[in-house]
Structures are given as structure tokens and as C-alpha cells.
């Protein structure tokens, strides 16, 4: 009798836990910033070719809100406006050099000319060389910023927006095909798999 | 004698040291061989950029039978055989030189991955068999081309 009763309990208890496990989490602002970044997520890979760095990071919706507006801690706001952040999908992609030996800009370059040259096509060309790789199409990078930074940094970062018509898409690829870094296509797998949401 | 409870834990750890020493100096290193022919052929990168100097060529002979035609009907054609000779040295060399790119970034690609992949699986060593002798004899146990090749795929599709 008592190993029936518990038996019962056992079931009642998977019943009431089994559709909790299905809910996604919700972490604090710093820990959703923590967790975004950590590489073993997915939303965050590197990858090094041919001497240069890739840090591939996507921004969710819910995350690039946050950056936006830092000091608000509106959560109905927050539900009006992601929306409309998540018409594109977000990523900032970091180039430097292996062990950071000489600044991005400056590497490969012989001369002040072909140093404008690199500074001008990562300015403007480079968007045309990215695509996104989405459920086997490819889409071109829609939004495309060159983050000049006054720093002594020896990386470059690049904000990158692409379209997002499918959203519950749980895997993208970035398709990188620029001379300058390799004469082979660069691809940087993202994951999106149970992305916490963001409790403020 | 208070020593004398310390004697047996100090042989201990010095027998202990001892014993891992000669592990580690008996323990033979961990190697493996992959077929270079059969991991470049299989390299899913070589098979898009083939695709590409493929297009390329294309592209070039289009260009080269327009050309042709041309000779054929304009009434001097004559006069385009060095535009056509001009052509074809140019395209001839472009696409040497896109080959050349493309395969020195492949070995450069698969040299790294394959380093990767021994830091990853703790190897001593891992030969490259060319089939020129290099390597003269090794275990099939040892022949680990089919991980290799599933490895530098994956890694060229963007997975860590």
C-alpha cells in the first residue's frame, strides 16, 4: 500500500514539474549579459583563419532593447517595443590579429595608401562580402555600422542587421567572403537554442 | 619517536613519484596518420571553390566563343586573333593564379584544423601520408583520415 501511494506521489509530482521544464528561464540583466556572451551558449563563437580573429556575437531582441535603454526598467515597454527590434536580427562581428600583435587596420598593409584602402572597403565594401546563412538562403546584411573607436584596442567591430522573417529559426551562419581575410569563404555557425528571456 | 609516523607516508609519495615517473617515461607517444590526398578531396571548401573556378571558366569561355563568333562573321576578322590570343593568355593566368590561391589556403585551412584537432584529442603526433614515401608503413588502427575529414568540415562549416 505504501509503495503504491508512493508510486502515485512519484507521478503527481513528474505531472506537476514535467510542463515547468518546457518554461524558459528568466536571469537579471547581468547575468543575461553573462550569459549571452559566454561562447558555450551558441550565440557567441570565435574562430581564427589565417591569422585574423572572428568574434561572432548575436544580440537578442530582449538584450539589444536593453542596451538601448539602460536606465528603464518597464517591462510593458520593453513588450511593446522588442517587436520591432526583432524585424532584424543582430550581431557584432570582431576582426583582430592573432595574440593581438599589431593593430587590425595596420596588418597586411605596406603603405599609408593601401591602409586607406583597407580602412575604406571595411568602411563600405566589406557589407556586400556577409551573408547570412538562414534555413538554407542566404541573406544580405541589411544593416551595416563600422564602430570607430578611440581606443587602443587592436580589434575592429562591426554591428551587422539582417532581416528576420523567420524567427523561431534555432541555427544561422554567418558567410564571410572577403579577400582581405582569407581566400576562402569564413563561416561562423550561431546557435539560438533556449535563449533565457530578460527579467529586469 | 615522533619521525617515525611520517616514514611510511614519505615513502609512500616518493614511491608514488617514482611509479609516475616511469609511466610517463614508458608510456609510448599517441600518433595517427591521415591520407592527405583523401582529406583534400573530401574538404567540403576544396568542393565549393572548384564550383567557383568552375563558374569563372565558364564565364571566360563565353567570353572566348563570343570572341570566335565574332572572327567568324566580321569581315576583317583577322584583326581580332590577337584580342582572342590577348584573352585567352590573361584568362589563362587568372585562372592559375585563383587555383594556386585557393590550394595554398586549403592546406594552410586543413594544416590548422588538423593541429586543432590534435591539441583537442591529445596527440604527439599525427603524419600526413602524401604516398611519396614519407611514410612508409603505419598500422591501418592508426589511420584516422575519415575522423580528419569529418573534423575540418565541420570546422569549415563554422562549428567548434
Known sequence: MKGRI???LHVLWTALLLPLSGCEKALNTKDYANWIKDTDNGLRAKKKVNHHTFDLQYLPAEYVWWQRNKMMTDKEKMREEVPAIEELQYYTLTLGIENDVVDFVDYGVQDHTEKQQKLYYFSYGFQQDLKLEVNGRLLPCALFHFERTLDLKSTRTFVLGFENDSKDTEETRLIIESGWLSAIPVKIKISKKNIPKLRL | MSYRKWIFPIVNLITLAF???????????????????????ASTARQELELRLGHMKTDHQKHLDSLTTLMQTVEDGSMLVEDYREAVKEYTLQQQKLTETYTAELWRQINQYVNDYGEEHDYDYIFGATGDGSLMYANLSRDITDQIITYINKRYEGEN
Open chain 1, 6 to 8: 508512493k508510486f502515485l
Open chain 2, 19 to 41: 611509479v609516475l615517473y616511469i609511466y610517463a617515461t614508458i608510456t609510448p607517444a599517441k600518433s595517427a596518420y591521415f591520407l592527405n590526398q583523401a582529406v583534400f578531396e
